[in-house]
């Protein structure tokens, strides 16, 4: 499968983006799907990961009630809605699919990755 990420730009704080994440050659649906961020200077991290069909996900707490995972099936394309973005959000987002049906954390556990899309939060 082939992921492609799209959605991030520049943004003032409080803002709000939906980045997308569209599947080829593959389907999303019966996988997790992961959605991580690297910020310039710093390590990978985990911003949300879900079982399949979004069955159950897990949040970053510093992402927690500002950012909700989603997807659509009939799209093949999973999302990751943004609300209230903070400066320290600001990072390049990718988007993964998971070996596994079930939520997986690490991102070692991801084989198919999207390209990134930027993301710039300005205060």
């Known amino acids: 499968v082939q992921l492609q990420a799209f959605g991030g730009g520049v943004v003032q704080a409080g803002g709000s983006l939906r980045l997308s994440c569209v599947a080829s050659?593959?389907?999303?649906?019966?996988?997790?799907m992961g959605w991580f961020r690297q910020a310039p200077g710093k390590e990978r991290e985990t911003v949300a990961v879900?079982?399949?069909?979004?069955?159950?996900?897990v949040y970053a707490d510093s992402v927690k009630g500002r950012f909700t995972f989603d997807s659509d099936n009939t799209k093949n394309t999973a999302y990751l809605q943004m609300t209230n973005l903070l400066p320290e959000d600001t990072a390049v987002y990718y988007c993964?699919?998971?070996?596994?049906?079930?939520?997986?954390?690490?991102?070692?556990?991801?084989?198919?990755w999207g390209q990134g899309t930027d993301i710039t939060v300005s205060s």
């Open positions: 993964a699919r998971s070996r596994y049906s079930y939520i997986t954390h690490s991102s070692s556990q991801y084989d198919s």
């Open positions: 050659g593959g389907t999303l649906r019966t996988y997790g």
């Open positions: 879900t079982s399949f069909n979004g069955g159950s996900t």
